[in-house]
């Protein structure tokens, strides 16, 4: 099978029963939710959104899936900026504690990080309601330009 064929069929599956504003929200979430800082809720919450705003849940789980190194690489600095928001002295908080942590007990963890949870969403929360609109209206000019260059696959 050529590789263009493939393309056109994951195209399809993706753009399926779906309007470009549809589209452009379902990207939108996907990249916020996708990033969010607590490990093992994003598919759940991302799941509730398509399922009651009747979004695209396919293109969302994707996004999401390849978000995920980016989601790790960003628990950091959300702690830092949760930290700086609740003026609370530095916890000292790396990488290695925190690997070391998971490797002892996954339970344990997360009681023992539950305020480092709590000020890791608070700064994501903090940066992720201004992007909502830009990446809406960002996503929603990509996808009516993918649109007009393929107006055949409209669903």
Do not use: H
């Amino acid at each position: 099978m050529k590789w263009s064929r493939v393309k056109d069929r994951l195209i399809r599956l993706i753009r399926q029963g779906t309007s470009p504003r549809q589209l452009a929200w379902s990207l939108t979430l996907s990249l916020l939710i996708g990033v969010f800082p607590v490990i093992g809720t994003c598919n759940i919450i991302i799941t509730l959104f398509a399922l009651r705003y009747k979004l695209n849940l396919a293109l969302m789980l994707l996004v999401s899936y390849l978000l995920y190194p980016l989601q790790i690489a960003l628990f950091v600095p959300f702690v830092r900026l949760g930290e700086r928001l609740f003026q609370v002295s530095y916890s000292g908080l790396t990488w290695e504690i925190l690997r070391l942590s998971f490797q002892q007990s996954i339970w344990e963890t997360i009681k023992g990080f539950s305020w480092t949870l709590l000020y890791a969403s608070t700064g994501w929360l903090v940066v992720s309601i201004p992007l909502l609109g830009v990446l809406f209206a960002l996503t929603l000019r990509f996808v009516k330009l993918f649109f007009s260059k393929r107006p055949s696959d409209l669903p």
